[in-house]
C-alpha cells in the first residue's frame, strides 16, 4: 500500500471515530460531517487504487456480438452548440424554451471536418450537438452504434441529456 493511501486510510479512521463519538454525546452535525469527511477520504484512497489499476491493463474494446446486441452505458452531458441557429434560420435556444423535456429526442451522427459528431434533434430540428471529443469517443468505441437519448434538464445554464 502506498504512502498516499495509508495516508488517506488513516484520515478516514481517525474521522470515522470522532464521528462515532460525537453522536452519542448529542453533537449529530458534528458526527455527522465527520463521518461525510471520513467516507471522502476512503474513497479517495480507494480511487487512487482503482486509477493505478486503469493505468496498468489497457481499456477493453467493447464490441456487440451481433448487429442486435444492446450495450447500455450511460452518459450524462451538456449539449453544445445550442446558441447557433438551425439551417432554417430557427434559434436553437428559441426551440429549447418552448420544450418541456418530456418530447422524445435522437441522436444522429455525422462527420464534420473529417471526424466524428453528433447532433441532438427532436424531430427535424437540432437542438445543439454532442461535444466533440465525447463524439469521437463513442464513435470509437461502438462505431456501428445508435444512440438513445433523453432530456435531462433544460435550464438557463444549458440542456443536459442522457445517452
Not at 429549447?96 to 471526424?115: D, Q
Request: aromatic residues 6%; proline residues 4%.
Amino acid at each position: 500500500m502506498g504512502k498516499r493511501k495509508m495516508i488517506f486510510y488513516g484520515v478516514a479512521a481517525l474521522f470515522a471515530v470522532s464521528g462515532v463519538a460525537a453522536l452519542p454525546s448529542g453533537d449529530i452535525t458534528g458526527g455527522v460531517g465527520c463521518l461525510v469527511i471520513a467516507a471522502v477520504c476512503a474513497f479517495a484512497g480507494a480511487k487512487g487504487k482503482a486509477e493505478q489499476q486503469a493505468d496498468e491493463k489497457p481499456a477493453p474494446h467493447v464490441t456487440p456480438a451481433s448487429t442486435n446486441e444492446r450495450i447500455a452505458e450511460t452518459i450524462r452531458t451538456k449539449l453544445v452548440g445550442v446558441t447557433y441557429d438551425n439551417e432554417d434560420g430557427e434559434n436553437r435556444q428559441d426551440i429549447l424554451s418552448s420544450m418541456t423535456g418530456n418530447e422524445e429526442i435522437e441522436v444522429e451522427k455525422y462527420i464534420f471536418n473529417g471526424e466524428p459528431a453528433a447532433y441532438v434533434k427532436c424531430g427535424n430540428k437540432v437542438l445543439g450537438n454532442l461535444a466533440a471529443e465525447l463524439a469521437k469517443d463513442l464513435a470509437g468505441k461502438y462505431p456501428d452504434a445508435r444512440y438513445t437519448a433523453e432530456i435531462l434538464e433544460i435550464s438557463g445554464g444549458g440542456t443536459h441529456v442522457r445517452l
